[in-house]
């Protein structure tokens, strides 16, 4: 597994890639070259079902003919001279773009921090497999359970390499392993699905399948005989699986193309109280061993760890060269690269933990819903509209009593930030981390 990625032929390709960008007459260039390997194992009621094996390799170019550029992608032997020349011809009649460009030279790193995102265990088809099925065999072992959606299991590497016409050179290597499962419980139209993962860096890091399989298969059971209720205004209670929404969508908003394109309904909060005071949530693009870092940004820009809100205060837009160019603003390195143009994204997001927990919340509410699971996306970034329908539990006397389903929760996401109270209890478990979560006031359609 160890030779799956050559880092030091991504960074020759993309350096031919530059050059031939350059000859071809561009003013200008930059180019990221991807190789990725994945392996995935899906099995149900204990049967393998399929295995996947995936190899890529593909290159971005993206070339500077004055205020204009143009981008072009390709697959591992594709001509560089053509491509580049390609390139060249399509920036030239591209419509002017005078916010576009590299970063600054004098801004771009040449320290390259290990965060240890790559794993050099050896892991064969069969391990995969047995990961897979011990997982699935773990849910459908809980009393209760009574079908699988099937259980998968995979395991990945890429290498990423950077290079600039002005001087950047850079490359890493992430891997990450996983295993999931989806079951049932009951019989006829009583019955209820849950699910539950476990997604890490390290294979020695990942929660075991008979924790993941527990979990999926307590959650499912304890789904059973849901309640309908009335149509009211009630306090909501997010578990920390689906708290991490609140951020998504606090990303979202604050993100430099958003408020530069004014389609944000924060576009106007920069420095303003959105959160109740003693809030704070921060970005850190170099905790080790998480999916969100990296050495660098998709510009060559080394990121560092910055805080969005402070005291319930909005701190920050999150920024890549362009965006920052077009609100008079520096670069806070957030640049997010695949082949194409880079955007500006969040790296590792921590809500931090709140005093009390999610007893104590639950206690103080009296009554509310305690939210388990939500479906699709409800939340309109630009008004701050906020509807999701949704599925959990019943709260009486501060105390979870039944389960409850077919029910839409709506309210709007300035108000609901305003309100927010964050638990105590954190699980550094995906690059988005956020405790358990309540807030009062929002609507709750029922029957």
Same mark, same amino acid.
């Given at each position: 597994?160890?030779?799956?990625? +050559?880092?030091? @032929?991504?960074? #020759?390709? $993309?350096?031919?890639?530059? %050059? !031939? /960008? *350059?000859?071809?007459?561009?003013?200008?260039?930059?180019?990221?070259?991807?190789?990725?390997?994945?392996?995935?194992?899906?099995?149900?009621?204990?049967?393998?079902?399929?295995?996947?094996?995936?190899?890529?390799?593909?290159?971005?170019?993206?070339?500077?003919?004055?205020?204009?550029?143009?981008?072009?992608?390709?697959?591992?032997?594709?001509?560089?001279?053509?491509?580049?020349?390609?390139?060249?011809?399509?920036?030239?009649?591209?419509?002017?773009?005078?916010?576009?460009?590299?970063?600054?030279?004098?801004?771009?790193?040449?320290?390259?921090?290990?965060?240890?995102?790559?794993?050099?265990?050896?892991? +064969?088809?069969? @391990?995969?497999? #047995?990961? $897979?099925?011990?997982?699935? %065999? !773990? /849910? *459908?072992?809980?009393?209760?359970?009574?079908?699988?959606?099937?259980?998968?299991?995979?395991?990945?590497?890429?290498?990423?390499?950077?290079?600039?016409?002005?001087?950047?050179?850079?490359?890493?290597?992430?891997?990450?392993?996983?295993?999931?499962?989806?079951?049932?419980?009951?019989?006829?139209?009583?019955?209820?699905?849950?699910?539950?993962?476990?997604?890490?860096?390290?294979?020695?890091?990942?929660?075991?399948?008979?924790?993941?399989?527990?979990?999926?298969?307590?959650?499912?059971?304890?789904?059973?005989?849901?309640?309908?209720?009335?149509?009211?205004?009630?306090?909501?209670?997010?578990?920390?699986?689906?708290?991490?929404?609140?951020?998504?969508?606090?990303?979202?908003?604050?993100?430099?193309?958003?408020?530069?394109?004014?389609?944000?309904?924060?576009?106007?909060?920069?420095?303003?109280?959105?959160?109740?005071?003693?809030?704070?949530?921060?970005?850190?693009?170099?905790?080790?061993?998480?999916?969100?870092?990296?050495?660098?940004?998709?510009?060559?820009?080394?990121?560092?760890?910055?805080?969005?809100?402070?005291?319930?205060?909005?701190?920050?837009?999150?920024?890549?060269?362009?965006?920052?160019?077009?609100?008079?603003?520096?670069?806070?390195?957030?640049?997010?690269?695949?082949?194409?143009?880079?955007?500006?994204?969040?790296?590792?997001?921590?809500?931090?933990?709140?005093?009390?927990?999610?007893?104590?919340?639950?206690?103080?509410?009296?009554?509310?819903?305690?939210?388990?699971?939500?479906?699709?996306?409800?939340?309109?970034?630009?008004?701050?509209?906020?509807?999701?329908?949704?599925?959990?539990?019943?709260?009486?006397?501060?105390?979870?009593?039944?389960?409850?389903?077919?029910?839409?929760?709506?309210?709007?996401?300035?108000?609901?930030?305003?309100?927010?109270?964050?638990?105590?209890?954190?699980?550094?478990?995906?690059?988005?981390?956020?405790?358990?979560?309540?807030?009062?006031?929002?609507?709750?359609?029922?029957?």
């Amino acid at each position: 597994m160890t030779e799956l990625v +050559d880092r030091s @032929a991504l960074e #020759a390709q $993309a350096t031919r890639l530059v %050059d !031939a /960008a *350059r000859k071809a007459g561009a003013d200008a260039a930059d180019a990221v070259a991807i190789r990725a390997v994945n392996q995935v194992v899906s099995v149900r009621l204990g049967k393998t079902e399929k295995v996947e094996h995936s190899e890529s390799e593909d290159f971005g170019l993206r070339v500077f003919v004055g205020d204009r550029h143009a981008t072009v992608s390709a697959t591992l032997g594709a001509d560089v001279t053509e491509l580049a020349e390609r390139a060249v011809a399509m920036a030239r009649v591209a419509p002017p773009d005078r916010y576009a460009g590299l970063a600054d030279a004098d801004r771009l790193t040449r320290s390259f921090p290990d965060l240890e995102l790559l794993d050099e265990a050896v892991t +064969d088809t069969e @391990a995969v497999v #047995a990961r $897979a099925v011990a997982t699935e %065999d !773990a /849910a *459908r072992a809980v009393p209760g359970v009574t079908n699988s959606g099937g259980a998968s299991a995979y395991w990945s590497r890429a290498g990423v390499a950077l290079v600039t016409s002005h001087g950047f050179l850079g490359s890493y290597e992430t891997s990450r392993h996983g295993h999931s499962v989806s079951v049932i419980a009951g019989e006829g139209t009583g019955m209820e699905r849950d699910w539950e993962y476990a997604s890490r860096s390290h294979l020695a890091d990942l929660e075991t399948p008979e924790w993941v399989g527990q979990r999926a298969g307590e959650r499912a059971v304890k789904r059973l005989n849901p309640r309908k209720i009335d149509t009211q205004t009630a306090a909501i209670v997010y578990d920390p699986r689906v708290s991490t929404g609140i951020l998504g969508a606090l990303v979202g908003a604050i993100s430099g193309s958003a408020i530069a394109r004014k389609t944000s309904f924060l576009k106007d909060k920069l420095g303003e109280r959105i959160f109740a005071p003693g809030i704070r949530i921060t970005d850190d693009p170099k905790r080790k061993r998480s999916s969100g870092s990296h050495p660098f940004d998709g510009e060559g820009l080394a990121p560092e760890t910055m805080d969005l809100v402070v005291d319930g205060v909005l701190q920050t837009w999150l920024l890549d060269s362009a965006t920052a160019r077009e609100l008079g603003l520096t670069s806070n390195a957030r640049a997010s690269r695949g082949l194409g143009n880079p955007s500006p994204s969040a790296t590792n997001v921590l809500f931090h933990p709140g005093e009390k927990s999610p007893a104590e919340l639950m206690k103080d509410l009296g009554e509310g819903l305690y939210v388990t699971d939500f479906i699709g996306h409800g939340a309109n970034l630009v008004t701050g509209d906020y509807s999701r329908g949704a599925s959990g539990f019943w709260i009486e006397n501060g105390e979870i009593a039944y389960p409850v389903a077919e029910i839409t929760v709506a309210g709007k996401l300035q108000d609901m930030f305003a309100r927010l109270v964050p638990a105590n209890d954190i699980e550094f478990r995906s690059a988005f981390v956020a405790p358990t979560i309540a807030i009062e006031g929002l609507t709750i359609a029922g029957r």
